[in-house]
């Protein structure tokens, strides 16, 4: 418990300076989570170290660099390009890979990669200095208040093949309190904004509650693959907490989520 009390400390205060920090501290930070955590899922199927997972690395960072250089017109490019080239290893060294080998490694770049990079986008969006914390308070308020309601009275079981601990209860629990605190959140620092975006207290009610909903069906997916592929961690970079997947599980739903969340209520309102 000490361990995992003191590496979680750690990694809140890297978390913390980026997200303050933010421009190419937290970008790069960013991108080295994302490659990790490639890494730690191409390594569920043994194939972290090949020339398909490389092919997934490579576009990762051709990803990143767009992002980071503003040019989102490219992202597509890039994404089809690393279609192209994982297929062309797939023909040329056939037998040697499978379809599933294919299918995890674009599933590493989509799922882990673009998803995870929505921290950097949000953090580079409108006031994004107070509302990228919306993507961690999304996710962590949710899990101690749905652990706290499920306890007392959780009754329904959630996922019970996959998380028999968590209950339709806790869940309700997490989502209705991450859309208040992010609405308290809202209006302590709405004073702070640039004014761009409109109705802070709504819009960060509104995230987080969605936030939150995508933060349960993040963690569920990361336990899903564990489970059909045998599993208990993705890795052990983080002492105590496993791997980057298993403490980013939710964060890799909610940050796109919020992103999006953000972005079209303040169209609307």
């Given at each position: 418990m000490k361990t995992r009390i003191l590496s979680g400390?750690?990694?809140?205060?890297i978390m913390a300076s980026a997200l303050v920090c933010g421009s190419w501290y937290l970008f790069g930070l960013?991108?080295?989570i994302a490659l990790i955590g490639m890494f730690e899922l191409y390594r569920v199927i043994h194939m972290e170290k090949t020339v398909m997972a490389y092919a997934g690395y490579i576009a990762c960072i051709l990803y990143y660099i767009c992002i980071g250089?503003?040019?989102?017109?490219?992202?597509?490019?890039?994404?089809a390009a690393a279609v192209i080239a994982v297929m062309a290893v797939y023909v040329f060294a056939f037998p040697k890979y499978r379809t599933e080998n294919v299918c995890i490694t674009l599933l590493g770049l989509v799922y882990v990669a673009m998803l995870l990079s929505y921290i950097y986008k949000v953090r580079t969006y409108h006031d994004g200095i107070y509302t990228v914390w919306l993507i961690f308070a999304a996710s962590w308020v949710n899990d101690t208040f749905a652990y706290f309601t499920g306890v007392f009275f959780g009754r329904h079981k959630m996922a019970p093949k996959l998380s028999p601990k968590k209950s339709v209860e806790g869940g309700i629990g997490g989502v209705?309190?991450?859309?208040?605190?992010?609405?308290i959140y809202g209006f302590l620092v709405s004073p702070h904004m640039s004014g761009v975006i409109a109705y802070p207290v709504v819009t960060f009610a509104a995230a987080s509650f969605i936030g939150a909903f995508f933060a349960i069906v993040g963690d569920?997916?990361?336990?899903?693959?564990?489970?059909?592929h045998d599993v208990k961690d993705y890795g052990t970079l983080i002492p105590g907490h496993g791997g980057i997947l298993d403490r980013f599980d939710s964060v890799i739903f909610t940050a796109p989520a919020v992103y999006w969340a953000v972005y079209l209520i303040n169209q609307f309102l």
């Open positions: 400390i750690v990694l809140v205060i960013n991108l080295m250089a503003g040019r989102d017109e490219y992202l597509l490019l890039v994404l209705v309190a991450s859309a208040v605190i992010g609405g569920l997916a990361a336990s899903a693959i564990k489970r059909n």
